[in-house]
């Protein structure tokens, strides 16, 4: 992995943290904390879309799409364990 690649990574991780945090209202990490979710929902969503033949689209747009919603099931998940 380049460096500028690292970077564009990080950058669309941070994005899908923040509008994960506007998706997923009432629980959240702040901003900075919202982001770092982002970038592990950028890693789930790296994991899990392919194994399940999911594609939101190509390009950034469907890499912040991928991210931001491997993002908002972290969110949902780390809920529902500080519930139980």
Not at 2 to 27: D, N
Not at 36 to 43: D, K, Q
Not at 69 to 77: E, F, K, R
Request: glycine share 16%.
């Amino acid at each position: 992995m380049t460096l500028e690649s690292l970077i564009i990574f990080l950058f669309i991780g941070a994005v899908a943290g923040w509008l994960s945090g506007i998706v997923v209202k009432g629980y959240g990490f702040g901003i900075l904390g919202n982001m770092v979710v982002g970038i592990l929902g950028a890693f789930v969503a790296g994991l899990l879309f392919p194994a399940l033949n999911v594609s939101l689209g190509a390009g950034v747009i469907g890499a912040i799409a991928h991210a931001t919603l491997g993002a908002v099931i972290l969110l949902l998940m780390v809920r529902v364990l500080k519930r139980a």
